[in-house]
T-cell receptor, first 115, second 113 residues
Framework: GAVVSQHPSRVICKSGTSVKIECRSL??????MFWYRQFPKQSLMLMAT?????????EQGVEKDKFLINHASLTLSTLTVTSAHPEDSSFYIC???????????FGPGTRLTVT | QQQVKQSPQSLIVQKGGISIINCAYE??????FPWYQQFPGKGPALLIA?????SEKKEGRFTISFNKSAKQFSLHIMDSQPGDSATYFC????????????FGKGTMLLVSP
């Protein structure tokens, strides 16, 4: 299957700071990337959908000014959590959809802890 | 409104047994049904997927059974192994998969040695 990477795998930051998470498709061009959030023992919650070169589409209840998403190239999307607070602590996972493909491949996830 | 209902929430199976996880959906526009396996602290990995034009798909020890009229699909893991212990998510999407996934709540599978 296709490979999607995320960086960093874990990050600890102080309340009020911003954190950037990168999602890369390593062996295919991702026309669409998705960002999810997952709390312990729960399912994945879609936060936003991003298409290369256009603005992200956010799910209802997700603050677009707090969770900034950029999809500047066909292999890279970034999620920036601005002014992070402890309630933003979670497992963030990206997935990518390749051009002409219908299988979504997920990254390994990023564990964010806000102190 | 939960569009994909998954059961059971947790499952314990003995090594060598058959693990069965069920999902039901409501939206008849769904036409792509993947299953994902997730280990603790890792991202989900695509396991197997099916489209509604077939009733069954098998890949190794993993089989999806699909019942379009009942709007149900299930994952069967044959000869379950301790290494299969993980959380399994069913999902559904429209437009032949070229759209967002709607996930079930997940099933924690434990295969006892």
């Amino acid at each position: 299957g296709a490979v999607v990477s995320q960086h960093p795998s874990r990050v600890i930051c102080k309340s009020g700071t911003s954190v950037k998470i990168e999602c890369r498709s390593l062996d295919f061009q991702a026309t669409t990337m998705f960002w999810y959030r997952q709390f312990p023992k729960q399912s994945l919650m879609l936060m936003a959908t991003s298409n290369e070169g256009s603005k992200a589409t956010y799910e209802q209840g997700v603050e677009k000014d707090k969770f900034l998403i950029n999809h500047a190239s066909l292999t890279l999307s970034t999620l920036t959590v601005t002014s992070a607070h402890p309630e933003d602590s979670s497992f963030y996972i990206c997935s990518a959809l390749g051009q002409g493909r219908y299988e979504q491949y997920f990254g390994p996830g990023t564990r964010l802890t806000v102190t | 409104q939960q569009q994909v209902k998954q059961s059971p929430q947790s499952l314990i199976v003995q090594k060598g047994g058959i693990s069965i996880i069920n999902c039901a959906y409501e939206n008849t526009a769904f036409d792509y049904f993947p299953w994902y396996q997730q280990f603790p602290g890792k991202g989900p990995a695509l396991l197997i997927a099916i489209r509604p034009d077939v009733s069954e798909k098998k890949e190794g020890r993993f089989t999806i059974s699909f019942n379009k009229s009942a709007k149900q699909f299930s994952l069967h893991i044959m000869d379950s192994q301790p290494g299969d212990s993980a959380t399994y998510f069913c999902a559904a999407s429209m437009n032949s998969g070229y759209s967002t996934l709607t996930f079930g709540k997940g099933t924690m599978l434990l295969v006892s040695p």
